[in-house]
């Protein structure tokens, strides 16, 4: 793998996750998804999901297994999200180390290539994913009402470095993966 397409995302949906369809999951074969949580699912120091996340959960979960993975370390916070939304967790996952992702995917019993790691950072999300073999797929951040997107000085430096290795974030691109 080219050093610059380790970062770039299997597709760029240029919206939040509540954007990803049953439809679409259908359409890669994904059977599984590894989601982030911080800005994936809900704002940074939200401790509560919303409504919609539930509902958007209830019919992701009718085609694909799903599992919780959290860099952050707070049991309340990252368990409490997880119980409201009836879904196995995994705390401290270090992404963009592989290990305890695998240990998610192996819970799913499903093949690498049919789970997606679903975030909103090209460093840890997206680069974990591409070190796994997993489809990626890179989300808009969900961020307080009250920031902009552009007001998270990491996700600028994702933009900047990917466009400087020749993988736009700007355009929606989606790579061919072998469908088995």
Excluded: C
């Excluded at 680069?127 to 796994?132: D, V």
């Excluded at 600028?156 to 061919?176: A, D, P, R, Y």
């Amino acid at each position: 793998m080219l050093k610059a397409a380790i970062l770039k995302p299997d597709l760029i949906l240029k919206d939040t996750v509540l954007a990803l369809t049953p439809e679409i999951l259908q359409q890669y074969q994904l059977q599984g998804l590894v989601l982030d949580v911080d800005e994936t699912l809900v704002p940074f120091r939200q401790n509560e999901t919303s409504e919609e996340l539930r509902e958007w959960v209830e019919q992701v979960r009718k085609v694909a297994s799903i599992w919780l993975a959290s860099n952050n370390l707070s049991v309340n916070r990252i368990g409490s999200i997880a119980q409201s939304l009836d879904l196995p967790y995994i705390l401290g996952a270090r992404k963009p180390s592989r290990r305890k992702l695998r240990s998610a995917i192996t819970a799913m019993n499903l093949p690498v290539e049919r789970v997606a790691m679903v975030g909103d950072h090209l460093f840890t999300d997206i680069l974990a994913g591409n070190r796994l073999g997993m489809f990626t797929i890179l989300v808009e951040p969900m961020v307080e009402q009250e920031l902009p997107p552009s007001a998270d000085p990491v996700r600028n430096f994702e933009i900047w470095l990917s466009q400087l290795l020749g993988v736009s974030l700007e355009q929606s691109q989606q790579k061919e993966k072998i469908k088995k």
